[in-house]
């Protein structure tokens, strides 16, 4: 039995879904005015992970999440500047709608090679805010229509008066937290009401509601509704997005269609360092790229995310990421010990029961990671290796941590490298240790890595 905490709820619940072996999920993607950071990679893991449960239990999977391209304003009070707008002048670019195209055209394919490196499997949609202006602007006439929006000098809002469950999400019906900032629009009718369109009469789209751009929220309520309909199973995202983000989606949505907009809301703590979420505003960001700088695979950040519950904030440190993949390293020696001595693969029924029940408990990765790791010492015991080999290929069709691909292991090291690495051992011995870094500095610029053990030299892809 599949069970999530569903913030709608407050609580844990059996998933149910809308139709009987298929689910289909929204999850809130990137804005594609920078790289995204690693922080913000924890709630695309936990979209993930999702996908490949449903998938591994026999679920037929939609899987749906948008990429914002416009309208993402830096404040949540509907005032400031875009964000897109933001990354242009970041990137000493003109603000012209071509150069934003540009501008997003090249964070998308980064966001996509990020996520390829954290081997997400890449949603069955991943639908653009300025390719779905049409749905958007038609959501937004039928909430006019309706006299749940209104119309303001600087754009067209929706009216939170006129939706008695505003705020449902995470149970802030009359919690003026509900939106974080107050608004510094005073001619809002109410602090709460948020912007469906913003007019812009320089790099607006013309358009019957007047020349401007969607608002943030309207965009995700248009584009989840076009690829799954007004009702679907799973909405997923960041905590921070829950008390307005996710409750205007609500309110829009169901204002519009009269139906529940998603059954199951999940969200995401934050990964911290030190004391502090990992943001942008705080320039305490880490990305994909500086983790494989300094030497980590990318998908030894994934084993470390697994090791704590996605509803529980986890700290990030460089010793930390140097115990997960030290433990990700050995699983895969494990496994390819595993492989060498098996003969007939089998998945063991035992142990995959106990992850079945661990993983299926809203998603809590941390029991799954013991199982597996339980498994491992008892393999060649009262385990055999078929077993082990076959049941660790069976978890990671969930995990997605690439197990039997062992990319620490070189296999053909360049015959420059080998010079190196025997200079390298010979002034080691001769206690000339000034001269072993700096061999082991060329050896890291021709891309490798080497380090000491008990064994001798250990050279390992940069």
């Known amino acids: ?115 390829s490196k954290l081997n997400i499997l890449l949603p069955h949609h991943l639908p653009k805010a300025s390719e779905h202006l ?19 000098e600087d754009g067209i809002y929706f009216d939170t008066s006129k939706d008695p469950d505003y705020g449902k999400l995470g149970g802030i019906h009359e919690d003026s937290s509900s939106r974080v900032r107050v608004t510094e629009n005073t001619s809002k009718r109410n602090p709460k009401d ?22 943030w929220h309207i ?15 799973i909405h997923t995202g ?30 995401n703590e934050f990964v911290n360092m030190g004391d502090k979420k990992m943001a942008k505003s705080d320039g305490n960001i880490l990305t994909i790229s500086t983790l494989i700088e300094k030497g980590y695979s990318p998908l030894a950040y994934r084993y470390f995310l697994l090791g704590s519950h996605y509803r529980t904030p986890t700290s990030f440190s460089w010793e930390a990421l140097e115990a997960s993949e030290n433990a990700y390293k050995r699983l895969k020696l494990l496994l390819k010990l595993f492989k060498s001595n098996a003969t007939n693969p089998s998945v063991s029924e035992k142990y995959k029961k106990e992850f079945t029940e661990a993983i299926e408990n809203d998603l809590n990765t941390p029991e799954a990671l013991a199982v597996v790791w339980k498994l491992a010492k008892n393999a060649g015991d009262d385990l055999s290796y078929d077993e082990a080999y ?44 000034a001269r072993s870094d700096v061999l082991r500095n060329n050896i890291q610029e021709l891309g490798y890595d080497v380090k000491d053990t008990e064994k001798g030299q250990e050279i390992s892809v940069v």
């Open 134 to 152: 049409k749905q958007q602007i038609e959501l937004i006439k039928t909430l006019q229509e309706k006299e749940i929006a209104y119309t303001l």
């Open 1 to 115: 039995m599949i069970k999530f905490h569903n913030t709608l709820g407050g609580k844990v619940e059996e998933f149910v879904p809308l139709t009987p072996g298929k689910v289909g999920m929204y999850h809130c993607g990137p804005t594609v005015y920078d790289q995204v950071h690693i922080g913000n990679l924890r709630s695309f893991i936990l979209a993930d992970l999702l996908r490949r449960l449903f998938e591994y239990s026999g679920y037929k999977v939609q899987q749906v999440m948008n990429i914002t391209d416009l309208g993402h304003l830096v404040s949540d009070g509907d005032v400031g500047e875009d964000k897109m707008t933001k990354g242009l002048l970041r990137e000493g670019l003109e603000v012209t709608s071509e150069n934003m195209k540009v501008l997003a055209d090249k964070y998308t394919e980064k966001f996509k090679e990020d996520i």
């Open 390 to 433: 076959g049941t660790l290929l069976d978890f990671d069709k969930v995990l997605g941590l690439k197990l039997d691909e062992n990319e620490f292991e070189v296999k053909d090291i360049p015959e420059q490298v080998k010079f190196l690495l025997e200079e390298r051992l010979e002034a080691r011995k001769n206690k000339d240790f």
């Open 194 to 215: 948020f912007a469906l369109w913003k007019f812009d009469s320089k790099l607006g789209f013309e358009s019957e509601l007047g020349k401007g751009f969607p608002g």
């Open 238 to 267: 960041g905590m921070d997005l829950a008390p307005i983000h996710h409750n205007n989606e609500i309110a829009q949505s169901e204002s519009a269609t009269g139906k529940p907009f998603a059954t199951y809301w999940l969200h």
């Open 219 to 233: 965009e995700c309520s248009a584009m989840s509704m076009e690829y799954l309909g007004e009702s679907f199973d």
